[in-house]
């Protein structure tokens, strides 16, 4: 079953306190992993899409990269405005279908 | 440049009581979905629209239906509402034939159902 998990469930940091958020996935095939910010009493934002295992992909004090297995959402210095929800969807192959694991809730303290 | 519109934002219904969900983009994006957000859950899809004219069920249908009306609309329709059906509703769209191509999405509606 194809299936997105995300670890930790929630994470709080100091301002500055560098971290990595996991998102692991079990598809068959990889059409696209997809990540998104969501503020509270917002749809999700989407951040970085990642295809190929090795690629990164850089936003200010963000950076997404993918194995064939898993993905990384690395937060470099962050600071108390990077606080979010961290969702990981995949697109699985053959469907139209999106996977969203259930988010890494961040708290950056100042 | 508005992306996906949902209307309303907030509702609140009784038991028993039906309502409509509405969704609007404006990318002409092939693909629209319906999700629905719960703490600890995640996002479940509820039905998908891969193209105009058709329709598929999701993860968890049961209790909605939805129409695609035209390539830029696609609504969610709630016929007998139950407590379970409380929850954040978020529509989205994309280019789904496409590798690579990211859902966006509306700002949701928060539906409670008493």
């Known amino acids: 079953e194809d299936q997105v998990t995300q670890s930790p469930e929630a994470l709080r940091l100091q301002e500055g306190e560098s971290s990595s958020l996991n998102c692991s996935y079990t598809?068959?095939?990889?059409?696209?992993l997809f990540w998104y910010r969501q503020d509270p009493g917002k749809g999700p934002e989407f951040l970085f899409t990642l295809y190929s295992a090795g690629e990164e992909k850089e936003k200010e004090r963000l950076k997404a990269t993918l194995t064939k297995k898993e993905s990384f959402l690395h937060i470099t210095a962050p600071k108390p405005e990077d606080s979010a929800t961290y969702l990981c969807?995949?697109?699985?192959?053959?469907?139209?279908?999106?996977?969203f694991g259930t988010g890494t809730r961040l708290k950056v303290l100042a | 440049n508005a992306g996906v519109t949902q209307t309303p934002k907030f509702q609140v219904l009784k038991t028993g009581q039906s309502m409509t969900l509405q969704c609007a983009q404006d990318m002409n994006h092939n693909s629209m979905y319906w999700y629905r957000q719960d703490p600890g859950m995640g996002l479940r899809l509820i039905y998908y629209s891969a193209s105009e004219g058709t329709t598929d069920k999701g993860e968890v249908p049961n209790g909605y239906n939805v129409s695609r009306l035209n390539k830029r609309e696609f609504s969610l329709r709630l016929e007998s509402a139950a407590p379970s059906q409380t929850s954040v509703y978020f529509c989205a769209s994309s280019e789904a034939r496409q590798v690579n191509s990211p859902l966006h999405f509306g700002n949701g509606t928060r539906l409670t159902v008493t």
């Open positions: 969807a995949v697109q699985a192959p053959g469907t139209y279908k999106y996977i």
């Open positions: 598809v068959s095939g990889l059409r696209g």
